[in-house]
């Protein structure tokens, strides 16, 4: 795993991409994905937008989750782009983010290996996109991909679903393999009610996996206002 020293060559990489898509949307045409600004992939005020404010929250079953930040305005707009206008290289900008606290979550873990474990797209997700999101985002991170989970079955649409609505339609949807005795902490896109993440867990368990916690790179405004509130808590 990268470690912090090698933070400020990251950093410089990630500076020199960015110019990069710069120059490449100038030539495709591309406007802002966070405020279709005309001429560039992503103007510099919406870059600011997309960098990494932590959100702390967990699922109904209990599991601590991360967030890079939350799922509103600009980054809920770049994530939908990159999601579903296959705007791949917002992957670039996203996965730093991502990568700052998926970073500090494995540099804080006692010596020993930890497996990043993306939680899995379905096939129909990646038949029409061509890549898996949680994936890619790992590896813009810095990060290698441990794909130990798969779909055995597929879900509706949780789009529209309650809480425990979304519970039902997964539960039971995904297993793992070779994760016994592996140290694990999960990684996903989006956290809306933590039901996939639950599911991924309850998965690697059941293999023998130690589920640690679950990074996303953003979670819905309920999350991100439970946050604030227990900060809140916290300083009273």
């Given at each position: 795993?990268?470690?912090s020293a090698a933070a400020p060559a990251v950093r410089a990489i990630d500076a020199v991409r960015a110019i990069g898509a710069d120059v490449l949307a100038l030539l495709l045409a591309a406007t802002c994905a966070g405020c279709d600004a005309p001429e560039t992939l992503l103007c510099a005020s919406c870059r600011q937008r997309i960098r990494a404010r932590?959100?702390?929250?967990?699922t109904t079953a209990g599991l601590l989750v991360r967030a890079a930040m939350p799922f509103e305005s600009v980054p809920a707009r770049c994530v939908r782009r990159l999601k579903d206008e296959g705007e791949t290289r917002l992957a670039h900008p996203l996965g730093a983010a991502l990568g700052e606290v998926l970073r500090g979550v494995l540099e804080a873990r006692p010596a020993g290996e930890v497996a990043v474990v993306p939680v899995p797209s379905s096939r129909a997700a990646f038949r029409r996109r061509g890549y898996r999101v949680p994936d890619?985002?790992?590896?813009?991170a810095?990060?290698?991909p441990r794909r130990l989970l798969s779909t055995r079955r597929p879900t509706?649409?949780?789009?529209?679903?309650?809480?425990?609505?979304?519970?039902?339609n997964v539960h039971g949807s995904m297993c793992a393999k070779g994760s016994g005795g592996l140290a694990v902490?999960?990684?996903d896109d989006v956290m809306t009610t933590g039901a996939t993440l639950d599911e991924a867990a309850r998965a690697l368990r059941v293999a023998g996996a130690d589920v640690l916690s679950a990074v996303v790179l953003a979670?819905?405004?309920?999350?991100?206002?439970?946050?604030a509130y227990a900060s809140e808590t916290r300083r009273k």
């Open positions: 795993m990268p470690s932590p959100v702390v929250t967990g890619l985002l790992i590896r813009r810095g990060y290698t509706a649409d949780q789009r529209g679903l309650d809480v425990e609505s979304r519970s039902r902490v999960l990684v979670a819905t405004p309920r999350h991100s206002e439970r946050n």
